[in-house]
């Protein structure tokens, strides 16, 4: 109820001041688990895909957003969940697989869920190489993906930037993609090639350059190195 009400409100005021372009609604399907994979340019990307999707869509969020405490950390928790935010602990490994754990709960409601396979948000404005999970996501729970490319929200909300500014945004939604084809989620060859599959349509919708590799800050130390190429597929 939460999570409506918000829209219903939201909705509105984010059309008003920057005006959201949106193409292929059409392509998200009305009910059913889906999969919206979008490239990811702004901490604001989250909120415009579940403003303009023509349903719910939950996706996930940093706990520090619902931990707050006073009224600041109360407006926080009501915002956040009543744009579909779900709380997770963010971060590698465990944690990683943790959160996809989340998602596919998610989905196994019949829920819409937004994931972003780059993992973080592009500084550059490049798309970089999509981490497996979404894959993983996907063929575990037998969902069709819906590819979304997203072009101009780092305008609207440059990182680092708390503020909104005047910026044209464009969102388009791309024609669900059924992965069953690559193979089953336990190969790792089929969650790469199934993930390349993504992450091509998201680059056709975004106009975005290819950078050719993940985006992720550079190896802390020699062991982190070595473990990056013993283990080179990214959740």
């Known amino acids: 109820m939460l999570a409506s009400a918000a829209r219903r409100i939201a909705g509105p005021l984010a059309k008003a001041g920057f005006r959201p372009k949106v193409e292929g609604k059409r392509n998200v399907p009305k009910r059913g688990a889906v999969i919206l994979a979008s490239n990811h340019l702004s901490f604001i990307?989250?909120?415009?895909i579940t403003l303009?999707?023509?349903r719910m869509v939950s996706f996930l969020?940093?706990?520090?957003y619902f931990t707050g405490t006073g009224v600041k950390g109360w407006l926080s928790r009501v915002f956040f969940s009543g744009v579909g935010a779900v709380p997770v602990e963010r971060g590698a490994g465990a944690a990683a697989q943790q959160a996809l754990d989340a998602g596919l709960a998610i989905l196994e409601k019949g829920d819409a869920f937004a994931i972003y396979p780059e993992g973080t948000?592009?500084?550059?404005g490049k798309l970089y190489k999509g981490r497996t999970g979404v894959a993983w996501l996907a063929l575990t729970a037998g969902?069709?993906?819906v590819p979304v490319g997203i072009v101009?929200?780092?305008e609207l909300q440059p990182v680092g930037s708390n503020r909104i500014h005047r910026a044209k945004v464009t969102v388009r939604f791309g024609k669900p993609l059924d992965l069953a084809h690559f193979g089953p989620a336990t190969s790792g060859r089929a969650r790469r090639q199934a993930?390349?599959?993504i992450m091509a349509e998201i680059q056709k919708l975004s106009g975005q350059e290819l950078a050719g590799r993940y985006n992720e800050s550079?190896?802390?130390n020699v062991v982190e190195r070595v473990k990056r190429v013993l283990h080179p597929e990214r959740l």
């Not at 990307?45 to 415009?48: G, I, K, P, R």
């Not at 969020?61 to 520090?64: F, N, R, T």
């Not at 948000?121 to 550059?124: G, M």
């Open 195 to 197: 993930t390349d599959a």
């Open 45 to 48: 990307d989250s909120v415009v």
């Open 61 to 64: 969020a940093k706990s520090d």
């Open 121 to 124: 948000r592009s500084l550059d």
């Open 52 to 54: 303009v999707a023509p």
């Open 143 to 145: 969902v069709p993906v």
């Open 152 to 154: 101009g929200t780092d």
């Open 218 to 220: 550079p190896a802390a």
